[in-house]
């Protein structure tokens, strides 16, 4: 994202971001990873690979027979998930476009497709899931990580501004994020849920798989630096565009000031609750 548009991501700059959350979420992209491999599976790809956390947990599902394959449209992303997994095939893919060129990469036709919170950057998100579709064999799946629910770290009132400032939060994400939407080229709107979509995309036997995410009170330090992170990192990416109330901002400059008497580093009942919606659906 750049402030000359505040709509805009530029993925080249969120590597680093990206290679936390794959690790962050490891314990997560292994028992999913598990749970969506077959034995008889011999191809998956992670379309949107981003730090390339999954690519390496559907490597290990697999076992030496199969083939793990991550895609990402952003070279430098590509770059750095080579570093993190050497051993492990990359590729170059657009999601908005036909992935004619991915199809003839992979060389055969996948057993599993997933795409983690990368269908929707697609200006057509539809389209690009029939685009993914045609990345299966039959008896294949897609699985599509998006929705769940949003993080929660915050007491409703921290005594600094007005209460439910980590609510107002998410509603300028919200704010943000359809007008992100909007500014893609090509956007369409979908009027409809993730499986609906995959119904639509001729996929069969669609589900919903829903986990939650809670740390063990209290949070460790480590664990307390990461929440102060990712509120950083969604105060910083929304402050350009001017979708939080100035009041909120002068809020969050101070909770966020590790020399401020408000720092949010110095109190002891934070906490972390959120939960992940995997889609998934099988091609007939």
């Not at 011999?42 to 956390?53: I, M, S």
């Not at 057993?111 to 008896?139: I, T, Y």
């Not at 402050?239 to 109190?267: C, F, K, Q, V």
Request: charged share 25%; net charge negative; proline share 5%.
């Amino acid at each position: 994202m750049t402030s000359e548009d505040p709509y805009t991501v530029v993925w080249s700059e969120q590597t680093a971001h990206l290679g936390r959350i794959a690790g962050e979420e490891a314990g997560w992209y292994a028992a999913t990873a598990a749970a969506l491999v077959r034995p008889d599976d011999r191809l998956a790809v992670d379309v949107g690979c981003g730090g390339a956390g999954m690519t390496r947990a559907l490597a290990t599902a697999l076992g030496a027979q199969g083939r793990a394959v991550g895609v990402d449209g952003e070279p430098a992303i590509l770059e750095a998930a080579k570093e993190r997994a050497p051993h492990l095939e990359f590729v170059a893919a657009d999601l908005d476009g036909d992935l004619t060129d991915l199809r003839a990469a992979l060389g055969e036709p996948a057993d599993l497709v997933w795409a983690s919170a990368s269908v929707h950057h697609a200006g057509d998100q539809q389209a690009a899931v029939n685009a993914l579709v045609g990345l299966l064999g039959p008896g294949g799946r897609l699985a599509l990580a998006e929705g769940g629910l949003p993080a929660r770290h915050l007491p409703w009132d921290l005594g600094v501004g007005e209460p439910g400032l980590e609510v107002r939060l998410d509603a300028a994400q919200d704010r943000w994020f359809a007008a992100m939407r909007a500014s893609l080229p090509g956007s369409v709107r979908m009027p409809y849920g993730w499986s609906e979509c995959l119904r639509r995309a001729g996929l069969t036997g669609v589900t919903a798989r829903t986990t939650l995410f809670e740390r063990e009170l209290p949070l460790t330090d480590a664990e307390v630096n990461r929440v102060l992170d990712k509120l950083t990192h969604r105060v910083d990416h929304l402050r350009p565009a001017g979708l939080l109330d100035p009041a909120d901002l002068d809020a969050w400059d101070r909770l966020l000031d590790s020399a401020d008497t408000a720092w949010l580093g110095l109190r002891d009942d934070l906490y972390w609750l959120d939960a992940r919606t995997v889609h998934t659906g099988r091609c007939p």
